[in-house]
């Protein structure tokens, strides 16, 4: 799977929107960017996920760029409870041999809400 | 609530003791995963099954154990371990394997473990 490249922290003020960045520039054609974040002493949840158009759901954006080497997860309205580590992957769409949709785990973005 | 429950939420043990973790998903899905999280460290996937067939074990070490009897529970016994086996261990399942668009995991709150 092509690594990614998050910073290792960000803060952002209760209210607003909150935007992690991520590099995959190594990305290939059949890999998807997906976003997981865990809260502290919980297990990863799932947030969304993409191939190259951009999308939304009830919790979170994703704006991929045109070259997919890189990628933004939008939080609008943060709230303390997005208070986590924001996991940005990248992962293979196989599902034969080692191709199985592996998710690999880089350090994540600490994101701090504050009031 | 994710629909997988893990038992038990914490767990203390000593080097020389036997203890099992248990995982259940209420989801229908067919594949389930451990992953071992050390302090400061990602996530590090151990094994994978898939309609109860293991087809990956990452390196782990034989004191290390898992046991899938049905598409349901997954369990991970554990003997003879080592203080640096200390970590939360979380359980996740998906719909199938395949990645892509498709099967995204669905994890448990963990088992907090400490080796003595």
């Known amino acids: 799977d092509a690594k990614t490249t998050q910073p290792p922290s960000m803060d952002c003020a209760e209210g607003r929107a909150a935007n992690l960045p991520c590099n995959h520039s190594t990305i290939s054609g059949n890999e998807y960017v997906y976003w997981y974040r865990q809260i502290h002493s919980q297990g990863p949840q799932y947030i969304i996920h993409?191939?190259?158009n951009n999308e939304t759901n009830e919790m979170a954006s994703l704006i991929i760029t045109e070259d997919r080497k890189s990628s933004t997860l939008i939080l609008p309205h943060a709230t303390l409870r997005d208070t986590a580590v924001y996991y940005c992957?990248?992962?293979?769409?196989?599902?034969?041999?080692?191709?199985?949709?592996?998710?690999?785990f880089g350090q994540g973005t600490i994101l701090t809400v504050h009031p | 609530e994710t629909g997988v429950t893990q038992t038990p939420r914490h767990l203390v043990m000593g080097m020389t003791n036997k203890k099992s973790l248990k995982c259940e998903q209420h989801l229908g899905h067919n594949a389930m995963y451990w992953y071992k999280q050390s302090a400061k460290k990602p996530l590090e996937l151990m094994f994978v099954?898939?309609?109860?067939?293991?087809?990956e074990n990452n390196s782990v070490p034989s004191r290390f154990s898992p046991e899938c009897p049905n598409s349901s529970h997954l369990f991970l016994h554990l003997h003879t371990l080592q203080p640096e086996d200390s970590a939360l261990y979380l359980c996740?399942?998906?719909?199938?394997?395949?990645?892509?668009?498709?099967?995204?995991?669905?994890f448990g709150p963990g088992t907090r473990l400490t080796v003595t």
């Open positions: 099954y898939s309609l109860e067939e293991r087809v």
């Open positions: 996740a399942s998906s719909q199938g394997l395949a990645g892509g668009g498709l099967y995204e995991q669905y």
């Open positions: 993409g191939l190259k």
């Open positions: 992957i990248v992962r293979v769409a196989g599902a034969g041999g080692t191709s199985y949709g592996k998710l690999t």
